[in-house]
C-alpha cells in the first residue's frame, strides 16, 4: 500500500523538469549522469568539470563547507543552475553508529531498525549528505563473503522488511525537510551469491530463484519508494549488472514501475573491460544506456562516449532523456532546486542522547545468547572478582565495525568503559591477552590466564577486527583469527567460568568457542553503544532477545548452510547426530549427508535464547481449506513461562507440500516481537494471502496452487508447533 502523504517519485512529469529538459544541450545531460568521486584526480580539474556543467553529482564530498563550495560551482557559474547532489555510504549511522546492519537484523524489529535509519538521515543531512549508498539488501548465504556484514542475512522476508524499514526511516515522509537523505537500494542485484565467497565474483542464479529469493527485498524497497538503486558489480548469468538490460529495464522499470534513479556501482562501466564483455569503453556506453543505466560513478563512461553514440544514430537522445528526467526528479524531490546549500544546524544532533538511546537500544536487541549454561547469566549479584579479557573489549573503533567512515572512535562506549561503571562494587581487571584479533603472539597468555584465575568469572570479548569484514574482506577459514582460540583454551583450563562475547562481521565457527564457553553472546559489530548494551545484557537490566538472521554453520565445508533447503529426493536423516568431525568413520546411508560431519548448522536460523522461557500452545488455521486465492488466519498463544519479563520473536514458517517446483522446506513468512512479563501470554496473529504462498513457476511465472501447506510457529527455524491447510 502506498502512503499517499510520502514523498514519492511517480510517473507523472514534473513541470520543472519538463521545462528544463528541452534547454539543455546534450552534454549538459550527460554530465547529470556523471558521479564525481570527490578526492579521485585532480580538484581543479573537478571544479572545472563543474562549472562546465560535466558533473551532476558527487560522492564523498567530505564537509558541509565543500559541499556548499561545490554546489555554489553548479547553482551560480554554470548555464541552467541546476543544483548536484551529494551521495555517501551512510550505512549503519553517521556519527552515532548503529550495530551493523547483519546485527541490526538480528533484532527482527523493523520498527527500531527504522528509527536508527532515521536517526542516522538526520545526522548525514545536518552534514551535507543528500543521499546514502543504503540500505544494502543482498540476501547471501555465504559468510565466507566479506559483506555478509552489511547484509540482513539469509532470508528474503526478513532482508525485505527491513530494507523497507531502513528505506522509510531514511526518506522519512518528506524527503525535503533537512532531516532526511535519499536512499539507494544495493546492490541490483544477486550479489549476494558471489560465487565461493570472493566479492566481485560471479553469480549464475537461475530466474526461479532469483526472482524467489533475491528479488523480492528490492521489489519492498521500491515499493517503499525508495529514490535510488545501485547495480551490482557482478555478472548475473553472464551479464555485468550494470548492462543487464534484463534486471535495469525489465524487472525494475517495466515489471515494477520503478521512476527513480539506476546509478552504477563505483566504475563498474571501466570494469566491463575486465569482465571481456566490452572492447572499449564506448561499447560500454552503449551497453550500460541500452541497459537502462541512468547515472555512472566515479568514472567518466557515459560522458566521454555517449555524445558519439547519439551521432552515429546508435543511441537516441529520447532515451539519455529519460535517464536525465529521473536523475533531477530525485534532486526535485530532495528539494535542491529550492535550496541547493546546506546551512550548519545550530543545535547538532550528531550523537545526541536520543540517538544513542536508539544505538542502546538497537545494539541490545541486536545481540545473540547463545549458550547460558546453568544460567549462568545474568550476573548474580555480589561478584567481588572479574577478569576481562580479550582485545575487542576496549577498543572504540573496531566495535563500530565496517563502513563507519563517519564514526567516532572517542564517543564508543566499550565493554570495559561500560562494566567499570556499571559495576562499581566488583574489582574489574582488564587484561587484553592478545594486541588484536589477528595477533599470534602468544607471550601474555600465562599472565593472562593468572588473572582470569584469581578471579570469581572471566568475560572473554573475541572476534573480528572491523576491518575483516566489508568489501573485499572475504575469509576462506573462519575460525577467530589470530591465536584467539588457544587464548580461550587457556583461560578454560583456569577453571574459572567463562562468559564470551563475540564481536564479529559475520558467522564464524563457534563449536571450539562453545566448548570453553559457560555462556555466549553474539554481539557482530554493536557500535557506538555496544559496551552499554551488551553490559545492560550481562548485568540482567536487560534480556537478550536477538535472534540469527543468518545460520551458524560447524564448519566452512558445509556452506551454504541456510533452513530454507530443499529436500532433495534422499533428505539427510533427521536424527543422524554425533557424526565425527572430519573423521569418515561412520558411513552414512545414501542419502544427502556428509561421512564427516552433521548436516545442520551449529545454531539455525532464527535461534536466540532469552533469560526466561517461552511456551507455544493453540495453534489455530482458519479456514483450513479454502479456495486458492483465499487468505488463511494463523493465531498462536504465546506464554512467558520463566520468571522474568522478556522479549519473543514469534516466527511462522510454510511449506508447499506438494508443487509442480521443489519448494524449501520452510520458508519464514512472518515474524513478530512480543514483549511479556513472567506468566503472561498473549495471541500472536499471522495471514498468509496469495502472494505469501506464491513461487516462480516452470513457466517463470508466479503462481500458487493446490494441495497442503504444513506450518509452524516458534522459536526458532526448527520450530516444532505444526498445523497445516489445504487450498483448493
Ligand atoms: C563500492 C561498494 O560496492 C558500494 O556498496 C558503495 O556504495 C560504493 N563503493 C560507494 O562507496
Not at 29 to 40: D, S
Not at 555 to 563: D, F, K, L, S, T
Not at 609 to 626: D, Q
Not at 667 to 681: C, N, P, S, T, W
Request: overall charge negative; proline content about 6%.
Amino acid at each position: 500500500m502506498h502512503d499517499a502523504s510520502i514523498t514519492r517519485l511517480g510517473p507523472e512529469p514534473i513541470a520543472l523538469v519538463e521545462e528544463l529538459l528541452p534547454r539543455m544541450t546534450l552534454r549538459e545531460k550527460l554530465g547529470q549522469m556523471t558521479q564525481h568521486a570527490y578526492g579521485v584526480g585532480d580538484l581543479e580539474q573537478a571544479h572545472r568539470s563543474v562549472e562546465q556543467g560535466d558533473v551532476g553529482s558527487f560522492l564523498n564530498a567530505g564537509t558541509l563547507e565543500i559541499r556548499n563550495q561545490l554546489q555554489r560551482l553548479a547553482v551560480e557559474h554554470t548555464r541552467l543552475g541546476i543544483p548536484l547532489i551529494f551521495g555517501r555510504d551512510v550505512v549503519h549511522g553517521f556519527k552515532t553508529v548503529f550495530p551493523i546492519p547483519l546485527g541490526q537484523a538480528a533484532s527482527f524489529d523493523p520498527a527500531l531498525v527504522e528509527r536508527a535509519a532515521a536517526a542516522a538521515a538526520h545526522e548525514a543531512a545536518e552534514a551535507g549528505v543528500d543521499w546514502t549508498f543504503a540500505p544494502m539488501v543482498d540476501v547471501t548465504r555465504d559468510p565466507r563473503w566479506g559483506r555478509v556484514a552489511e547484509t540482513c542475512g539469509e532470508d528474503p522476508v526478513l532482508t525485505a522488511a527491513l530494507g523497507a524499514a531502513m528505506v522509510r526511516g531514511f526518506q522519512g515522509q518528506h524527503l525535503a525537510d533537512g532531516k532526511h537523505v535519499a536512499a539507494c537500494a544495493k546492490h541490483f542485484a544477486g550479489y549476494g551469491a558471489s560465487e565461493s565467497g570472493k566479492d566481485y565474483n560471479t553469480t549464475w542464479i537461475p530466474e526461479p530463484l532469483l526472482r524467489d529469493v533475491h528479488l523480492p527485498p528490492f521489489k519492498a524497497c521500491v515499493d517503499a519508494g525508495v529514490m535510488s538503486v545501485m547495480s551490482a558489480f557482478n555478472d548475473l548469468n553472464g551479464v555485468p549488472a550494470s548492462v543487464n538490460a534484463f534486471l535495469l529495464q525489465r524487472v525494475l522499470k517495466q515489471e515494477w514501475g520503478f521512476s527513480g534513479l539506476v546509478v552504477s556501482d563505483w566504475a563498474a562501466l571501466m570494469e566491463l573491460l575486465e569482465h571481456g564483455v566490452t572492447e572499449h569503453p564506448k561499447q560500454s556506453a552503449l551497453e550500460a544506456v541500452r541497459a537502462g543505466l541512468d547515472m555512472e560513478m566515479a568514472t567518466t563512461t557515459l560522458r566521454d562516449h555517449v555524445g558519439a553514440l547519439v551521432d552515429e544514430g546508435l543511441v537516441s537522445v529520447a532515451s539519455i532523456d529519460a535517464a536525465v528526467r529521473r536523475i533531477l526528479g530525485v534532486k526535485y524531490h530532495l528539494g535542491l532546486f529550492d535550496e541547493p546549500y546546506r546551512k550548519p544546524p545550530t543545535v547538532s544532533v550528531a550523537l545526541s542522547a536520543p540517538h544513542r538511546a536508539v544505538a542502546r537500544e538497537l545494539a541490545r536487541a541486536s545481540v545473540v545468547l547463545l549458550k547460558n549454561h546453568d544460567g549462568l547469566l545474568p550476573l548474580r549479584r555480589g561478584l567481588r572478582k572479574l577478569a576481562v579479557v580479550g582485545p575487542l573489549a576496549a577498543d572504540g573503533a573496531n566495535q563500530l565495525g565496517c563502513w563507519a567512515f563517519d564514526g567516532e572512535a572517542e564517543a564508543s562506549i566499550t565493554l570495559m568503559d561500560a562494566l567499570a561503571s556499571r559495576l562499581p562494587e566488583a574489582e574489574v581487571s582488564y587484561v587484553p591477552g592478545v594486541s588484536d584479533t589477528r595477533s599470534l603472539d602468544t607471550s601474555a597468555f600465562e599472565s593472562t590466564a593468572r588473572v582470569v584465575a584469581s578471579a570469581e568469572l572471566g568475560i572473554v570479548c573475541v572476534g573480528e577486527d572491523a576491518l575483516l569484514s566489508g568489501e573485499a574482506k572475504c575469509r576462506a577459514f573462519l575460525d577467530l583469527p589470530g591465536a584467539q582460540q588457544a587464548l580461550l583454551e587457556r583461560l578454560g583450563a583456569t577453571g574459572t567460568p567463562l562468559v564470551v562475547i563475540v564481536m564479529a562481521g559475520r558467522p564464524l565457527l563457534l563449536e571450539p568457542v562453545c566448548q570453553h564457553a559457560q555462556a555466549l553472546l553474539y554481539a557482530w559489530h554493536p557500535g557506538t553503544l555496544g559496551g552499554e548494551a551488551i553490559t545492560d545484557l550481562l548485568t540482567g537490566a536487560a534480556c537478550p532477545s536477538g535472534k540469527l538472521p543468518i545460520s551458524m554453520p560447524r564448519a566452512v565445508g558445509q556452506i551454504p548452510v541456510y533452513y530454507a533447503r530443499r529436500n532433495t529426493g534422499r533428505p539427510p536423516k533427521a536424527d543422524r547426530t554425533g557424526v565425527p568431525k572430519g573423521t569418515p568413520l561412520d558411513p552414512v546411508d545414501f542419502d544427502s549427508s556428509y561421512l564427516d560431519l552433521e548436516v545442520s548448522p551449529l545454531f539455525p536460523f532464527g535461534f536466540g535464547l532469552s533469560y526466561t522461557n517461552f511456551g507455544y500452545a493453540e495453534l489455530r488455521v482458519t479456514p483450513p481449506r479454502a479456495p486458492i486465492g483465499s487468505r488463511i488466519s494463523i493465531s498462536v498463544v504465546v506464554g512467558n513461562r520463566g520468571a522474568r519479563r522478556g522479549t519473543e520473536t514469534v516466527q511462522l514458517y510454510v511449506r508447499d507440500l506438494v508443487a509442480s517446483m521443489t519448494r524449501p522446506i520452510r520458508e519464514l513468512k512472518g515474524f513478530r516481537r512480543v514483549e511479556l512479563d513472567a506468566g503472561e501470554q498473549q495471541t500472536v496473529s499471522f495471514e498468509l494471502g496469495p502472494s505469501d504462498l506464491a513461487f516462480t513457476g516452470r513457466d517463470l511465472e508466479p503462481r500458487v496452487e493446490p494441495g497442503r501447506f504444513q506450518i509452524w510457529v516458534g522459536s526458532d527455524s526448527n520450530a516444532a508447533l505444526s498445523a497445516s491447510f489445504e487450498l483448493v
